[in-house]
């Protein structure tokens, strides 16, 4: 049982290149979330999912997309890469809709933008 | 002012130490979350708190409702404890249809052998 997957788990970007992080999860986990870190600073929630095809902004979302075609896949998109996006990112998937409950996260992704 | 505020900031101590790790947060909250961050990066959740005191192995969290703080405490430190331990609270404020969460900045924990 793999949990909760991202992929890369580092990536240098420059600015204004795309790129797409993608969370994978094999619980049939309806509540998804993508987070990012930065350093002393507590994650904040870039966008969240309810369920497929339903999706919501969260408190940093701009310069960020995201999509929910299948229960198993968020992924985070970044067009036009800026510095302010050099973070560490999280996925989280949940079976609860209690925001917290049962929270299963992914490993990571660092990402530098140059 | 951050709405939830962990201190230290950093932690070291020495193997065997009892360590108190705390949480202070000043809105509204149905829950309280205690997570860890390995030094790989994963992260965990250890403990979800509405009231009292929770136990599990080494690690103790309480919470005081009326006082908006809630400790993270662990008894005989290894250096495997050595993580991040982070706050979370639910709001219980419904903002935009949910109750989401508010993350403290973490408390980096070193414990030496």
């Known amino acids: 049982n793999a949990g909760v997957t991202q992929t890369p788990k580092f990536r240098i970007l420059k600015i204004g290149q795309s790129m797409t992080l993608q969370c994978t999860q094999d619980m049939n986990h309806n509540y998804m979330y993508w987070y990012r870190q930065d350093p002393g600073m507590g994650l904040k929630l870039i966008y969240y999912?309810?369920?497929?095809?339903i999706t919501d902004k969260g408190e940093v979302p701009n310069g960020y997309n995201v999509s929910r075609s299948t229960t198993e896949d968020f992924p985070l998109r970044l067009e036009l890469a800026a510095p302010s996006q050099t973070s560490v990112y999280f996925c989280?998937?949940?079976?609860?809709?209690?925001w917290g409950n049962g929270y299963t996260f992914g490993s990571g992704t660092r990402l530098t933008v140059v | 002012k951050n709405e939830v505020e962990q201190s230290p900031q950093n932690l070291t101590a020495q193997e065997g130490e009892f360590i108190t790790i705390n949480c202070s947060y000043s809105?509204?909250?149905?829950?309280l979350h205690w997570l860890q961050q390995h030094p790989g990066g994963g992260i965990v959740s250890l403990f979800m708190l509405s009231s009292g005191k929770k136990k599990h192995g080494r690690l103790i969290a309480t919470i005081n409702i009326q006082e908006k703080h809630s400790s993270l405490h662990i008894t005989a430190s290894h250096p495997r404890d050595s993580a991040v331990y982070i706050c979370?609270?639910?709001?219980?404020?419904?903002?935009?249809?949910?109750?989401?969460?508010?993350f403290g900045q973490g408390t980096r924990l070193t414990i030496n052998p």
């Open positions: 999912s309810v369920g497929a095809g």
């Open positions: 989280a998937s949940s079976y609860s809709k209690e």
């Open positions: 979370a609270v639910r709001r219980s404020q419904i903002i935009q249809g949910a109750q989401k969460l508010v």
């Open positions: 809105v509204g909250i149905s829950a």
